[in-house]
């Protein structure tokens, strides 16, 4: 079955230091990745994806994300964080099983907290 | 940010109760989704729609129904609402047009309560 893990709950970091969050995927053939970030009160904004290429991948607010197919990895990552930068952020993965007349739903991970302290 | 709003954005009900939940865009997009966010499960997917009165079923879709008559209005039922269905529930969006890889664009949310 496709699925995606985020396997901490929650991720503690000193503002200015950098920040990583984990996501490893499970798919059958080419995986499409992405990268949500949820604020309080708010619904889920995009920030980055990976299709193909380059496995170093930019995103929006300074994120970038590593894809690494043999560990089957797409952790989330920024060189020096903010404490802005404090929400639930969510790994996804495209289903490309259960095609049917969708183009592919996502899935998503659990989410993981990340907590910058000044 | 892109136009879809949610409502109602809160709503408390009692049990048996049936529930309404409307997600409206304005960005003309094909594909329109529920999904429902619970803690520990993240988000999972409700039902979906791939175009006027085309639906299927997602990971979670029992004692949920959902109907979409306008490409701009997609409309989330619960018939007979449960505890169980408290939740913050979310319509995404996506374009589906060609080299569209397949990213969503959420409302801002729907918190149900069911006492």
């Known amino acids: 079955a496709q699925s995606v893990a985020q396997p901490e709950d929650q991720v503690n970091v000193a503002e200015g230091n950098p920040l990583t969050v984990k996501c490893t995927y499970s798919?059958?053939?080419?995986?499409?990745l992405f990268w949500y970030v949820q604020y309080p009160n708010r619904g889920l904004q995009f920030l980055l994806k990976y299709i193909t290429g380059d496995n170093l991948v930019k995103g929006s607010y300074g994120f970038e994300a590593e894809f690494n197919k043999s560990q089957t990895s797409f952790h989330l990552k920024k060189p020096s964080a903010l404490v802005s930068d404090s929400a639930l952020y969510f790994c996804?993965?495209?289903?490309?099983?259960?095609?049917?007349?969708?183009?592919?739903?996502?899935?998503f991970g659990k989410g993981t907290k990340l907590s910058v302290k000044p | 940010d892109a136009g879809i709003t949610q409502s109602p954005r809160h709503k408390v009900t009692e049990t048996g109760t049936p529930v309404t939940l409307r997600c409206h865009q304005t960005?003309?997009?094909?594909?329109m989704y529920w999904y429902r966010q619970d803690p520990g499960h993240g988000l999972r997917l409700i039902h979906y729609s791939y175009g006027v009165k085309d639906t299927d079923k997602g990971e979670v879709s029992d004692g949920y129904s959902v109907s979409r008559s306008k490409t701009e209005d997609f409309l989330l039922t619960l018939e007979s609402a449960t505890s169980s269905q408290t939740s913050v529930y979310f319509c995404?969006?996506?374009?589906?047009?060609?080299?569209?890889?397949?990213?969503?664009?959420f409302g801002e949310g729907s918190r149900l309560t069911v006492l």
């Open positions: 960005e003309n997009h094909r594909y």
């Open positions: 996804a993965v495209r289903d490309t099983m259960n095609y049917g007349g969708s183009q592919g739903n996502l899935i």
């Open positions: 995404a969006i996506s374009s589906g047009t060609s080299g569209n890889t397949g990213e969503l664009f």
């Open positions: 798919v059958s053939g080419n995986p499409y």
